[in-house]
């Protein structure tokens, strides 16, 4: 649990966009998995990047369609009004967390614009390319919108061996939110990319929204409705640990050994499992002042 259950999370304009008929084949787990294993595989080595989550490099204009399209499903992400509704629900938790993203955000960042957030259903044509789980969730810059599938956390535990619990889905929601931090505040455009390895800006801009995701994790509790009512609980140290557990789940060597029985440090996008933990670390531990990863020598 990481939701109040009678927090009010009913204001949470998330989108539900999509054409379904894909988390059936999630279920089988077999196919999309397998489609997710090609890209990573074609990008591991390739290094392609825009700001995915996955390592490995995946990129959503690489995307191949898989599943059978049943029909558009738009409209908004259904049964979520109290913290009890996003403590049932994956949809509700991802969608509810951006009021707390945005509430936290606007304290830190003068003029403030909040991003937009879709809740994909099967897959979704963005000005990016399309979202779906064959690259996992992803922030837009051109859009500025945070696209993710909540069947996504099933992959992260499938496929990556991570136990994707409600704290580690929170991270993954509050790292794409870095990554729209570092498009309005003019970080993408300061450090554009420059190719891929451990020192890239890529990997740099990749591990400061792991540290922005740390930081709000941190001040997270701080966060109230219009009641009153602070949204989520104090994380347990065992939620902690599972956040970070899926960090290291996500780095690029860990998926580079798991899908090609070796690594290739230069051609990374997200970085290293270590990496990825420690920023995460860092940004709980230390907060938002200690996320400058352009400014070290090695990140
Ligand atoms: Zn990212």
């Not at 392609?48 to 558009?72: E, W, Y």
């Not at 690259?135 to 599938?149: A, E, K, L, N, R």
């Not at 990997?203 to 994790?217: K, M, P, S």
């Not at 420690?278 to 531990?285: D, H, L, P, Q």
């Amino acid at each position: 649990m990481t939701f109040n259950p009678d927090a009010d999370v009913s204001d949470n304009n998330v989108q539900r966009r999509g054409r379904g008929g894909r988390t059936a084949a999630i279920a089988g787990g077999g196919v999309v998995g397998l489609g997710a294993v090609v890209v990573l595989l074609i990008s591991a080595f390739t290094g392609v990047d825009l700001t995915g989550f996955l390592g490995g490099g995946t990129d959503p204009s690489q995307s191949q369609q898989q599943g059978t399209a049943t029909g558009s499903t738009d409209g908004v992400v259904q049964n979520c009004k109290t913290g009890a509704d996003a403590n049932n629900s994956v949809d509700c938790r991802v969608a509810s967390a951006r009021l707390v993203l945005n509430q936290y955000w606007a304290k830190h960042v003068k003029g403030y614009v909040a991003p937009g957030q879709v809740s994909v259903d099967g897959s979704t044509p963005t000005p990016c390319g399309t979202a779906s789980n064959d690259v996992g969730p992803f922030y837009c810059p051109s859009d500025q919108t945070v696209y993710i599938d909540p069947t996504f956390f099933q992959l992260l535990k499938q496929q990556f061996g991570a136990e994707a619990g409600d704290l580690a889905q929170i991270y993954v929601v509050a790292h794409e939110y870095g990554h729209h931090i570092q498009n309005i505040t003019g970080t993408m455009t300061k450090y554009p990319n420059n190719g891929t390895g451990p020192t890239s800006n890529g990997v740099r801009t990749e591990l400061q929204a792991d540290c922005y995701a740390g930081a709000f994790i941190a001040d997270m509790t701080a966060q109230k409705d219009k009641n009153g009512v602070a949204y989520m609980k104090k994380p347990t140290d065992a939620q902690i640990k599972d956040a970070l557990n899926a960090a290291a789940a996500v780095g690029d060597d860990h998926i580079q050994q798991q899908s090609a029985g070796y690594t290739n440090p230069e051609s990374w996008t997200h970085g290293s499992s270590t990496q990825r933990d420690y920023w995460f670390a860092n940004g709980y531990k230390n907060g938002l002042g200690q996320c400058d990863t352009f400014a070290v020598a090695t990140p």
